[in-house]
C-alpha cells in the first residue's frame, strides 16, 4: 500500500509540473494573440481600402492590358499560398488549414484543364502536412512568427507575381486562417490572382469587419496621373503584397489564440486530474491506515489470548 500512495504522489507532481509549462504556454500566447490581434484590426483598414481603390480602378481601363487583372480562360496551372504555423500545440489549427487546402487541390484535379497544381507554403507544419499527401511544393518560406514591416514578405510576394506573369500559373489562390474571435478562427480560400473585379467576398477584404452600408459613400470620379494604367501597373503588384501581408496577420493571431485555448484546455485537464489523483491518494493513505489498524487490533487480541 505504501508503494501504491508513493506511486500516486509522484504522478501528482509529475502532472503538476506539467501544468505549470501548459500554464506559461497559455499566458504567453495570450500576451503574443493580444499584440496580434491589435496589428490584425490596425491594418484591415488599409487592406479593405486598397481593395477598393484598384475596383475603382479596374472599372476605368481595360482589363487585358494588364496581366493580374487579365482572367485566362481556362486555368491549367494553379499555384496553392498555404499560410500555416510554424510549431504544433495549437489544437487542430494545421491540421484544419491543410485539410482545407487538400480539399481544394481536390475539387480542381477533378477539372479537365488542370494540368498542375504547386504549393507555395509560408509555414513549417503545413509543408509537413503537404509534403505527406504527395503533393507538390515548389517554394517553401519560413514564415515570419512576428511581422512588423510589409517588406519582410515582398520577396514572397514578387515572386509570385512574377511567376504569374511568365505564366507558371495560370490562377493563383490564397490559403489562410481568417481571425474572428479569439475563440473562433475559419479556414479561407481567396484567390489572389488574377485579381477579380468587383470580389467583394475575397481579396483585399481578409477579415470579418466590414464598414457598415449607412458608413458607405458613393463611388466618385478620380483623375489618374499620368494615366490609370500607369497607376495600375505600380499599385497592383502592392496590392498581392498587402493581401498576402494581412493574411499572415490574420494567420498569426489565429495561431495564438488557438494555441492559447489549446493550453488552457490541457491546464484545466491537468487540474481535473491532479484532484482524481489526490482522490485515489486519499482512498489509498486511508485504506493503508484502516489496514495498519486492523493489523494491531488483530496483533493486541492475540496477545491478550
Known amino acids: ?70 482572367d485566362r480562360q481556362t486555368a491549367k496551372k494553379i499555384g496553392v499560398v498555404l499560410i500555416s ?14 485539410r482545407e487546402a487538400l480539399r481544394f487541390v481536390q475539387q480542381e484535379q477533378q477539372t479537365p484543364d488542370v494540368e498542375k497544381i504547386e504549393f507555395i507554403t509560408l509555414g513549417h507544419k503545413g509543408a509537413q502536412i503537404i509534403a505527406k499527401s504527395g503533393n507538390v511544393i515548389a517554394s517553401d518560406f519560413t514564415k515570419p512568427d512576428v511581422v512588423t514591416d510589409i517588406s519582410e514578405i515582398s520577396s514572397v510576394a514578387k515572386m509570385i507575381v512574377q511567376q504569374y506573369i511568365d505564366g507558371d500559373y495560370d490562377k493563383v489562390v490564397l490559403v489562410y486562417t481568417d481571425f474572428i474571435n479569439s475563440l473562433k478562427q475559419r479556414p479561407e480560400i481567396k484567390q489572389l490572382l488574377p485579381i477579380k473585379q468587383n470580389d467583394n467576398s475575397g481579396l483585399g477584404k481578409v477579415g470579418q469587419d466590414e464598414e457598415p452600408a449607412s458608413a458607405k459613400k458613393d463611388v466618385t470620379e478620380y483623375l489618374f496621373e499620368p494615366s490609370a494604367d500607369f497607376v495600375l501597373s505600380h ?39 491532479i484532484n482524481e489523483l489526490t482522490l485515489s491518494f486519499n482512498k489509498a493513505r486511508q485504506a493503508g491506515i484502516t489496514q495498519e489498524i486492523s493489523e494491531i487490533s488483530v496483533s493486541k487480541a492475540a496477545l491478550e489470548g
Not at 1 to 15: C, E, G, N, P, Y
Not at 25 to 41: D, I
Not at 86 to 93: M, P, S, T
Open 1 to 70: 500500500m505504501a508503494l501504491l500512495t508513493r506511486k500516486i504522489k509522484r504522478q501528482i507532481q509529475s502532472v503538476k509540473n506539467t501544468q505549470k509549462i501548459t500554464k506559461a504556454m497559455e499566458l504567453v500566447s495570450g500576451a503574443k494573440m493580444r499584440k496580434a490581434v491589435n496589428a490584425v484590426l490596425t491594418s484591415r483598414p488599409y487592406s479593405n481600402l486598397a481593395w477598393q481603390t484598384v475596383a475603382t480602378l479596374s472599372n476605368t481601363v481595360d482589363r487585358e492590358l494588364h496581366a493580374l487583372l487579365f
Open 85 to 98: 504555423a510554424n510549431r504544433g500545440l495549437c489544437g487542430v489549427f494545421n491540421q484544419q488549414i491543410a
Open 235 to 273: 499599385f497592383l503588384p502592392r496590392l498581392i503584397e498587402v493581401q498576402i501581408y494581412q493574411a499572415i496577420l490574420e494567420s498569426n493571431a489565429s495561431e495564438h489564440s488557438a494555441r492559447m485555448v489549446a493550453m488552457k484546455n490541457a491546464s484545466d485537464a491537468a487540474s481535473d486530474l
